[in-house]
């Protein structure tokens, strides 16, 4: 653990370690918001910060300037930040920060090294991808886990996808040559809003992670930001008749039980939908009949194999 700066050493018992990175394995922020939304209801306190140095790409991730009030210049370096709470629960260890975009292996060694200085109980980690689902029904989530002991547990599947993998897979492999149980959780965003941030699905994933750490949600900003944000995803697809027959697609599709059936995938770059592309502007490219729309879902469904991690 030589890139951890520790900044607290508090008496943590068996913590789950919650986990989600921005970039990849984050469409529509949702995964990242979310870890986000646990640090500042929890008030989770800074425990530990991985040196971005051996791991970042900063022509790609770039640090900020900062004026101070003395409007002194300072650099805001895209670290990798670790908090500890305590919740009815249980203990907790949050990991938040930018997907590394060197050394996996060694990047993994530091957050393993967290989780075996604390002997924490599982390391959960959240992800969103792109999906043709609308808007305006419930976020379609996937729990994923390789031991047995932890699908029957938590009611999750067992991964199963074989293809390009992100942080994410990485760290699940790094977990199980540990010993240390693992799980992920998925949420599907709609692709027709991928530039719209989606407190929607970031409540799903808490109210999930909540379930499983055995803790009530801090649940209410993410209610009220989830129902700003059907009312300006709606305001925008109103204005697009092209999109509201599309939606109107994929609300049937998701009433008949058609599109029940997702899975996850950490391939995902932001570019993968389920049941067609979408053009540049961000329009469905071109009419798609039922058949041609439920056949590409289960090509779609075929490709991803049955796992994110």
């Given at each position: 653990m030589e890139h951890v700066r520790w900044l607290a050493q508090p008496t943590l018992q068996r913590p789950m370690l919650i986990a989600a990175f921005t970039g990849w394995n984050d469409a529509a922020d949702a995964a990242s918001n979310g870890v986000r939304h646990l640090v500042e209801a929890w008030r989770a306190q800074p425990l530990a910060e991985i040196d971005p140095e051996e791991f970042t790409?900063?022509?790609?991730?770039?640090?900020?300037?900062?004026?101070?009030?003395?409007?002194?210049r300072s650099i805001v370096w895209p670290t990798v930040g670790i908090w500890s709470a305590s919740t009815p629960g249980g203990d907790v260890i949050l990991v938040l920060g930018p997907e590394p975009a060197l050394r996996w292996r060694l990047f993994t060694q530091q957050v393993i090294g967290v989780a075996q200085r604390y002997?924490?109980?599982?390391?959960?980690?959240?992800?969103?991808?792109?999906?043709?689902?609308?808007?305006?029904?419930p976020v379609q989530l996937i729990g994923t886990a390789t031991e047995q002991s932890v699908i029957d547990r938590f009611d999750l599947q067992r991964s199963r996808y074989e293809g390009p993998t992100g942080i994410v897979?990485?760290?699940?492999?790094?977990?199980?040559?540990?010993?240390?149980?693992?799980?992920?959780?998925?949420?599907?965003?709609?692709?027709?809003?991928?530039?719209?941030?989606?407190?929607?699905?970031?409540?799903?994933?808490?109210?999930?992670?909540?379930?499983?750490?055995?803790?009530?949600?801090?649940?209410?900003?993410?209610?009220?930001?989830?129902?700003?944000?059907?009312?300006?995803?709606?305001?925008?697809?109103?204005d697009d008749n092209d999109l509201v027959g599309y939606v109107a697609r994929l609300e049937s599709m998701?009433?008949?039980?058609?599109?029940?059936?997702?899975?996850?995938?950490?391939?995902?770059?932001d570019d993968d939908t389920v049941g067609?592309?979408?053009?540049?502007?961000?329009?469905?490219?071109?009419?798609?009949d039922s058949d041609e729309l439920m056949a590409e879902v289960e090509r779609f469904l075929r490709d991803q194999g049955g796992d994110p991690q």
């Open positions: 790409d900063f022509a790609t991730v770039r640090p900020h300037v900062r004026l101070t009030s003395e409007a002194k002997q924490a109980s599982m390391v959960l980690t959240l992800g969103a991808l792109l999906a043709d689902v609308p808007h305006t029904r897979g990485v760290l699940h492999d790094a977990c199980g040559a540990a010993d240390i149980a693992s799980a992920s959780l998925w949420a599907a965003v709609p692709a027709y809003a991928s530039q719209v941030p989606s407190p929607k699905a970031s409540l799903a994933l808490v109210e999930r992670a909540c379930e499983m750490l055995g803790t009530p949600g801090p649940t209410a900003r993410l209610q009220s930001e989830a129902n700003d944000y059907d009312t300006r995803v709606s305001a925008f697809v109103n998701s009433d008949s039980g058609e599109l029940d059936e997702f899975d996850g995938d950490d391939d995902d770059d067609g592309e979408l053009a540049d502007d961000g329009h469905p490219a071109g009419e798609v």
